[in-house]
């Protein structure tokens, strides 16, 4: 029987029952408060992603879900049972952790099996579920090999090969490719999606890293100092934050509240509005009016990113804001608009967000939460 057929009937006896149910996790170190009254359902066969800055809170929800670091207060059910002072192995969980943690003095195939060999799984079984592990990670021809022969990203598949053989209701990965290069975390990334998709179980995913919570994620949440801040869609957590910090920290947004928010969207409060949706133009003339916010400034500073190019725009009102328009026209025409020249900025007002004020915020002015690098 397949990992997946298994994962299938488990839902289908379990239906409607989160596979990961938090009520009022709270955890505390002396006078810290690391974690403060999270709560989460997540379900069977979703790719979840806890994504925050370090010290948020997420790794330390990761390990309280698998049993190693006892919570302060609150309850956590796995498939509808109260494990919260289970111990690590009585929990139908397994974790993949940054370092792999492969035993170098065995072969590929022996730490893949070593946790069937801890569980007493008799010789013959463990070897063959061990190789089809292998293989579903696209390793079996590796079983000999050791963990020294194989490159980081081979490493990081035998590590999750080894919790995948286990056959876990839920998958926990905390910061699995944090030491993979770019180029092989963003294929690793399109990798663990489709696997996550084939065995159809649950992956508990925490991430710093906004891109590579929505490329892969079902559904994100938004860690900030041991709080949850907003759980959504990718699509929707990029395009509807509900805070100025999830604004700020997905992705590059600029927000414009105060007496700015009034001048340019002619109400109070707080507003955010993506790079992207901003139009530049050198031509007054040429600005959309109809449903359309409109501002002037000067360009302080031009960013090449390759694929685009980046504009800091120094708004007439005060204040500035970030402009990303994709290369699409040759460099000698992107080059019209460079440092010092008087632009004119639009985006469609639908494409202006209100975010909540519950974080408040010293600035009076427009100001773009974070540049790109």
């Keep these: 029987m397949s990992q997946a057929t298994e994962a299938a009937e488990a839902d289908e006896v379990e239906e409607g029952v989160p596979a990961i149910s938090i009520r009022g996790l709270r955890k505390e170190f002396g006078s810290v408060v690391a ?12 790719f979840f992603s806890m994504l925050g800055p370090s010290g948020s809170g997420k790794t330390t ?14 309850r956590i059910e796995l498939g509808g049972v109260d494990v919260t002072k289970d111990p690590p192995f009585a929990r139908d969980v397994n974790t993949v952790f940054q370092d792999y943690a492969l035993f170098p003095h065995m072969s590929v195939v022996q730490n893949v099996e070593y946790g069937l060999r801890v569980k007493k799984v008799p010789r013959a079984e463990r070897r063959s579920r061990a190789q089809e592990a292998l293989e579903r990670v696209r390793l079996g021809q ?49 990798e663990l999606k489709e696997l996550q998709r084939d065995l159809g179980i649950t992956f508990l995913f925490v991430t710093h890293d906004q891109e590579e919570a929505l490329t892969m994620s079902d559904r994100i949440a938004v860690f900030n100092e041991g709080r949850i801040q907003q759980v959504a ?19 590059t947004s600029n927000v414009v509240d105060g007496d700015a928010a009034t001048k340019l969207l002619g109400e109070p409060g707080t ?34 990113l390759g694929s685009a190019t980046q504009s800091i ?61």
Excluded: C
């Design 271 to 304: 507003f955010s509005v993506r790079p992207e949706k901003i139009q530049l133009h050198l031509d007054a003339s040429h600005v959309p009016t109809q449903d359309a916010v409109t501002a002037a400034g000067v360009v302080r500073e031009v960013v090449y």
């Design 142 to 190: 590796y079983g000999d090999r050791r963990p020294s022969q194989l490159s980081g990203g081979q490493r990081q598949r035998v590590a999750l090969a080894r919790a995948l053989v286990n056959r876990p209701r839920v998958l926990l990965l905390d910061e699995p490719l944090g030491a993979l290069d770019l180029k092989l975390r963003r294929e690793m990334q399109v």
């Design 61 to 74: 929800v990761l390990r309280m879900v698998a049993g190693f670091e006892p919570p302060t207060s609150g």
């Design 233 to 251: 869609t990718p699509r929707d957590l990029y395009e509807l934050p509900a805070t100025p910090f999830v604004a700020g920290f997905v992705g």
């Design 313 to 373: 725009v120094d708004l007439d009102h005060g204040g500035s804001l970030i402009v990303l328009r994709q290369n699409q026209q040759s460099s000698a025409e992107g080059d019209e608009a460079g440092r010092g020249a008087r632009v004119h900025l639009s985006w469609l007002r639908a494409h202006t967000v209100s975010v909540t004020a519950a974080e408040p915020t010293t600035s009076s002015t427009p100001s773009h939460s974070k540049e790109l690098s």
């Design 35 to 46: 974690v403060d009254g999270v709560d989460l359902d997540i379900a069977n066969g979703e």
